[in-house]
């Protein structure tokens, strides 16, 4: 079964549409209003291997906030629609991922309750324009929207691009350990026999 989703969402300030596939091999066609968003979201398909298609426009010209929030909130969407039943996935996925003089670690558990953990962060700085508070923003709508616990730590970094770039391979590499199927799983990974 192949394990694909669209999600579309338009609203007074934003207009996405974003297409996955969860078994793919990191193929993508991004389009964004913001070019380093559209970065971002290149190398999250090339590091956990989904085939991506993103279209997404909003009103930069009043802030970046609006876009960037509601592209996580429908990239959590689309990988929660995608998921399905979410029978034989490993269910939980974790990676520490260096960048320089920058290291990440990301744990992510697909159990169908929101929480989110983001620290070790700089605040009250901007990177190409944009807030670096943003990301935040963009992980825990993408969290919330998903439905899983999302813990992000870094643990140092003193360059912001590096900080984001290796926060976005970082959840690849962990979301990818967690959507993966594994045979030996039969029926949902829960005791509940639901997530």
Known sequence: MLRKATVKRVTGETSIEILINLDGS???????????????????????????????????????????????IVLGEVVKRALGSKKSINRYG??????????????????????????????MATLMGIEFDLFREFWKS????????????????????HIVEGTFKCVARALKMAVDIDEKIKGIPSTKGKL
């Open 26 to 72: 990191g193929d993508y066609k991004v389009k964004t209003d913001v070019p380093f968003l559209t970065h971002m979201l290149e190398l999250f398909s090339k590091h956990g291997l989904f085939d991506l298609e993103v279209k997404a426009t909003g009103d930069v010209e009043v802030d970046y906030h609006h876009l960037i929030e509601d592209v996580g």
């Open 142 to 161: 993408f969290a919330f929207s998903l439905e899983c616990n999302l813990h992000i730590n870094c643990h140092y970094g003193l360059n912001l691009h």
């Open 94 to 123: 974790f990676f520490t991922l260096p960048m320089d003089e920058t290291l990440i670690s990301v744990a992510v558990d697909l159990s169908g309750r929101p929480y989110f953990v983001y620290k070790g962060f700089p605040q």
